[in-house]
Nanobody
Framework: QVQLVESGGDLVQPGGSLRLSCAAS????????MGWYRQAPGKQRELVAI???????NYADSVKGRFTISRDNATNTVTLQMSSLRPEDTAVYYC????????????????WGQGTQVTVSS
């Protein structure tokens, strides 16, 4: 089993910056992708950014140029640096990873964190 623990959510003013972190722990054999999703009230969960084990990234159009995703494969952590935040960025942000355990090895499963609240408001 893989556990994800997020941190860094907060209330921030428009135009401000925030850094989210997520650490994966537990019975891990390999991690493929790590990413961030968000869900605003009344809306579906959407992809924010994702990064592969090789460092390839993909971003939602709405955050390109403002958010940067990075990961540390040695510590199984993923970070989302958010800048120029807007009120529409307000949401619960979820860390997600695709990982395998020593028992499953080449069978990868999706795991989710509990979510961290980001509120952008003056």
């Amino acid at each position: 089993q893989v556990q994800l623990v997020e941190s860094g959510g907060d209330l921030v003013q428009p135009g401000g910056s925030l850094r989210l972190s997520c650490a994966a722990s537990g019975s891990i054999f390999a991690i493929n992708t790590m990413g961030w999703y968000r869900q605003a009230p009344g809306k579906q969960r959407e992809l924010v950014a994702i990064i592969t084990s090789g460092g390839r990234t993909n971003y939602a159009d709405s955050v390109k140029g403002r958010f940067t995703i990075s990961r540390d494969n040695a510590t199984n952590t993923v970070t989302l640096q958010m800048s120029s935040l807007r009120p529409e960025d307000t949401a619960v942000y979820y860390c997600q990873t695709t990982a395998s355990s020593p028992e499953t090895r080449l069978e990868f499963y999706d795991y989710w964190g509990q979510g961290t609240q980001v509120t952008v408001s003056s």
